[in-house]
């Protein structure tokens, strides 16, 4: 790989780091606030919001410009975000609770990383050759999820009793920080964190493609990006990689949740407790994510979808887990299988999306579906809690849709194939 791959990595890798770490620091407050059980999952869907809202303009905003520059405004805008939570306190919502205004701070990161994804995924179908997508993607995957990994267990370290008493220990004179909570000390160290991801953002190199906005006019913009959902809806294998990593993606965002509910009910867990049980979760989807990186080729990459029907059906186990020795095996497999599976998707639905319509519209039609699967999802997730519904009833729920989910799919592409016609991909060996 060139050098300039590495500084993207580097780039995604701290800003995904800060994104999990804000997000554990984030339910602390709303832990500290009382907030109800449900506001939880909501944290997540005002995050998403941006992603469904804003389809139509981003991926025409990340190909207007050279991408690193994309990368840099958009890490800017997610550290104003990070700064609105951290002082929930000072610019309250007049006649809203403490937890609406950081609900609308979170909104504001996930408006930051809405725009940011187009530009973070366009640019590798920019600087790599094709054949070398499948192992570009299980490396950044793979990156990412070890920042999910670190972002997580840091998130959880940072609010624990022994490192924020030292956090909130910092004096400096004559200066009055307003650093009173382990949450508020977590989100100045998360601050941070997004300026690092935002110097390497700077440092990322020029591709040389001819960046230029066609059209500035909004129903422009809408009707256009009608047509690049239409058109790789339409594509018979654009749809499958489309369907399946939109099925992922809610399902993925829903899980988080779902282990850390489960862990406290099955398992006695704190909220830093189980922040590491995520941790263990994100490791399988690494290992999931380098193997299928050495072992799936591009031309190959359906073949991979029984593995999320099996995904699951192992997500159903969790049901009769109780034990530590137990779970975290359980938890490192369903890691790997998601892992195993959406790479090679996530490959293919990325070069279909640039040959048929540019990278930056592409990733925005793929930001779109599955962001709208995380909203429903999370919704329907946020509701069932508000009902009390049982968390294993929940888990039973989640998997059999999953298997389900997929197993149509897998009956939609053999139908495509009985039909012919499916479009040539370029034979590859990905490593």
């Known amino acids: 790989m060139p050098f300039g791959f590495y500084i993207i990595m580097a780039a995604q890798f701290f800003s995904s780091l800060a994104d999990n770490a804000l997000l554990i620091a984030a339910i602390s407050l709303l832990v500290q606030l009382a907030a109800p059980e449900w506001m939880t999952p909501m944290l997540k869907f005002v995050f998403t919001v941006s992603y469904v809202l804003f389809a139509a303009v981003v991926g025409a905003f990340a190909d207007s410009m050279p991408k690193g520059r994309v990368m840099f405004l958009t890490n800017l805008v997610k550290v104003i975000g990070c700064l609105m939570i951290f002082g929930h306190e000072w610019w309250s919502i007049p006649g809203a609770r403490d937890y609406a205004t950081i609900l609308l701070g979170y909104a504001v990161v996930g408006f930051g990383a809405a725009a940011y994804s187009p530009a973070k995924y366009g640019i590798l179908t920019e600087y790599l050759p094709h054949h070398k997508l499948v192992v570009a993607n299980g490396w950044i995957e793979g990156l ?154 591009l031309n190959r990459a359906v073949n991979v979808i029984p593995m999320g029907i099996a995904m699951g059906l192992v997500v159903m186990i969790m049901i009769i887990v109780n034990s530590i020795y137990l779970a975290v095996p359980l938890i490192i497999l369903i890691g790997a299988l998601s892992g195993f599976f959406v790479v090679p998707m996530n490959a293919l639905l990325q070069h279909r999306g640039h040959i048929l319509m540019g990278a930056g519209h592409s990733i925005a039609v793929q930001n779109f579906n599955e962001n709208v699967s995380i909203l429903i999802m999370i919704g329907l997730y946020a509701l069932l809690i508000s009902m009390d519904l049982s968390i294993y009833i929940v888990i039973v729920m989640f998997g059999g ?19 012919g016609g499916l479009p040539v991909i370029p034979a590859g060996t990905g490593h």
């Not at 799919?409 to 009985?418: C, D, E, G, I, P």
Request: aromatic share 8%; with cysteine.
């Open 144 to 297: 990412t999820v070890s920042s999910i990994i670190l972002g997580t267990l840091l998130g959880g370290a940072l609010i624990s009793p022994a490192i924020s008493a030292t956090l909130l220990a910092v004096d400096i004179p004559h200066i009055d920080t307003g650093i009173d909570s382990p949450g508020e000390a977590a989100i100045a160290v998360i601050a941070v964190l997004y300026v690092v991801a935002a110097t390497f953002n700077l440092y990322i190199p020029n591709t040389g493609v001819d960046h230029k906005m066609v059209n500035r006019n909004p129903l422009y913009l809408m009707r256009e990006f009608g047509h690049c959902l239409k058109l790789l809806w339409s594509d018979k294998l654009g749809q499958i990689s489309l369907a399946i990593t939109t099925l992922f993606w809610g399902a993925g965002a829903t899980l988080q949740f779902i282990v850390l509910k489960w862990a406290e009910v099955a398992l006695g867990y704190s909220l830093t407790q189980a922040t590491n049980l995520m941790g263990v979760c994100a490791v399988g989807v690494a290992g999931g994510a380098i193997l299928a990186a050495r072992m799936v080729p």
């Open 401 to 419: 849709f999953i298997s389900a989910s997929m197993w149509f799919v897998r009956k939609r592409h053999l139908y495509n194939l009985s039909q």
